[in-house]
């Protein structure tokens, strides 16, 4: 199976800020990566697809990056909004894990 | 409205069976794979099954695998999930989430959850 490792785990920051994080899998998975936000009390959001894809109505402060067993997703210019969890998935083959998440907060 | 809405979640004791149903609506279902994902409250998402939009092929995670059975009826819009022998390990929110190819197969489409409790 393959296995998802996302780093930090958490993430203080402050509005206007500009942040990353990163999803390595443990074998290479092409582009078959996509990205999550979870705000508390609510079923996740697709943000990214294809690694790099905007989903659509997605605010293009988000993007995503990468390819293989390296992947990021960056937001340029963090909104009060945009503190919630993140989390990556794999769709490569199946079982079709998730990383265990980065939790964003307001520093 | 594009909206999926899970039922069935409840208390259970160890060694039980639960069904959970998901209706879907407000987008055509056939064309769709579907997933069911549980989260523990304040812990991450665990992905647990998927089926195919119109074949009987189905995946499970390995720890669900021999007990649950995922299934769906697109003449009536609706994704099942047949729980057998529960522990207590899977209590969680269990989510339904839709899938398609012009997602690059990510999980577009969630319900809000039903919550499935496994205890004595």
């Known amino acids: 199976d393959i296995q998802l490792t996302q780093s930090p785990s958490f993430l203080s920051a402050s509005v206007g800020d500009r942040v990353t994080i990163t999803c390595r899998a443990s074998q290479g998975i092409s582009n078959h990566l996509v990205w999550y936000q979870q705000k508390p009390g609510k079923a996740p959001n697709l943000l990214i697809y294809a690694a790099s894809t905007l989903q659509s109505g997605v605010p293009s402060r988000f993007s995503g990056s990468g390819s293989g067993t390296e992947f990021t997703l960056t937001i340029s210019s963090l909104q009060p909004e945009d503190f919630a969890t993140y989390y990556c998935q794999h769709l490569h083959s199946y079982p079709i894990t998730f990383a265990q998440g980065t939790r964003l907060e307001i520093k | 409205e594009v909206q999926l809405v899970e039922s069935g979640g409840g208390l259970v004791q160890p060694g039980g069976s639960l069904r959970l149903s998901c209706a879907a609506s407000?987008?055509?279902?056939?064309?769709?794979?579907m997933n069911w994902v549980r989260q523990v409250p304040g812990r991450g998402l665990e992905w647990v099954s998927f089926?195919?939009?119109?074949?009987?092929?189905?995946h499970y995670a390995d720890s669900v695998k021999g007990r649950f059975t995922i299934s769906r009826d697109n003449a009536k819009n609706s994704l099942y999930l047949q729980m057998n022998s529960l522990r207590a390990e899977d209590t969680a929110l269990y989510y339904c989430?839709?899938?398609?190819?012009?997602?690059?197969?990510?999980?577009?489409?969630w319900g809000q959850g039903t919550v499935v409790t496994v205890s004595s």
């Open positions: 407000g987008f055509t279902f056939r064309s769709y794979d």
């Open positions: 989430a839709a899938s398609s190819r012009a997602t690059g197969d990510g999980l577009a489409i």
């Open positions: 089926i195919f939009s119109s074949t009987s092929m189905t």
